[in-house]
């Protein structure tokens, strides 16, 4: 492999163990968390709204609230007028996991910063939005 070319599966892995050291020791999974931490930031969101964030579906979305929802860590709330819409909202408790969970992934980005300087993290920052929008 040339120097020059991103080596995909040290990419992979490399997102693996992100995702491994966040859901560590939670009874959560990576998506379900993922899902926690986007409701605590932009609040009152749909299911439309999150599928789009997460980038998948809206029956996955469905089917990761019911989870959540038997964990008493979300609500649905429908939309009086349109019944279709559906927003997801944290409970009490949600609001207490999804702040622990927004802590235990800024830990873990403190960790990683104290390794790269700033010039880097702003640098790997605009190559991941770049990346994400291709």
Do not use: C
Not at 10 to 37: P, R
Not at 102 to 118: A, G, P, R, S, V
């Amino acid at each position: 492999m040339k120097k020059e070319s991103i080596d995909f599966m040290f990419l992979l892995q490399t997102v693996e163990n992100f995702k491994e050291e966040i859901a560590e020791g939670e009874t959560l999974g990576f998506k379900q968390i993922l899902m926690l931490l986007l409701v605590l930031k932009y609040k009152n969101m749909t299911v439309t709204e999150l599928a789009v964030k997460m980038n998948v579906k809206q029956p996955s979305i469905s089917a990761l609230s019911d989870k959540l929802i038997k964990k008493e860590l979300i609500h649905r709330k429908y939309n009086a007028l349109d019944r279709r819409s559906v927003s997801i909202n944290l409970t009490e408790k949600g609001v207490e996991k999804a702040t622990w969970l927004k802590k235990k992934t800024e830990n873990i980005m403190k960790e990683i910063e104290e390794f790269i300087t700033l010039e880097e993290r702003i640098l790997f920052n605009q190559i991941l939005s770049k990346m994400n929008g291709f």
